[in-house]
């Protein structure tokens, strides 16, 4: 129930600005960001769920807690950058969004590296 309580926070912020949009259009810029950042907020406070399923997960795997940390990290530079790239597109700074988008897969790729070295690992292992 709680993705009806923010798809109607979202509607009602939106409309809300829209009366704001024709005279201060600032005015509505700021209450989409209050709004998104609410969301935003809300949305990670749900993270500590997916943690204590990781966290047993973890229990199960070997190394369990590098790939748990990898994991988290890009799931949270992914969220980041798509929350800063929607505010600068809504903003009208496209190019702006468009570094945040390629920072973050670029983020992304970093992040995953130890992953990719330890398969490559295990198949050279398995090789030899």
């Known amino acids: 129930m709680d993705i ?3 798809g109607m926070l979202g509607i009602i912020g939106v409309f809300f600005a829209l009366q704001f949009k024709s005279e201060k259009p600032e005015y509505s810029f700021y209450i989409i960001i209050a709004i998104g950042a ?3 907020a809300l949305a990670a406070s749900r993270l500590s769920d997916i943690i204590g399923n ?3 997960i973890t229990n199960y795997i070997d190394n369990g807690s590098m790939y748990f940390g990898v994991l988290l990290r890009v799931i ?3 969220y980041i950058c798509e929350f800063s790239q929607a ?3 809504d903003a009208g700074y496209l190019a702006l969004a468009g570094q945040i988008e390629i920072f973050g897969k670029i983020s992304v790729m970093v992040a995953g ?3 990719l070295m330890a398969i490559i ?3 050279m ?3 030899a």
């Open 121 to 123: 690992d295990n198949i």
């Open 87 to 89: 505010i600068c597109r």
């Open 125 to 127: 292992q398995i090789s």
């Open 4 to 6: 009806i309580k923010i």
């Open 113 to 115: 590296m130890p992953i």
């Open 76 to 78: 949270g530079i992914t």
């Open 38 to 40: 609410v969301v935003f």
């Open 54 to 56: 990781f966290t047993v």
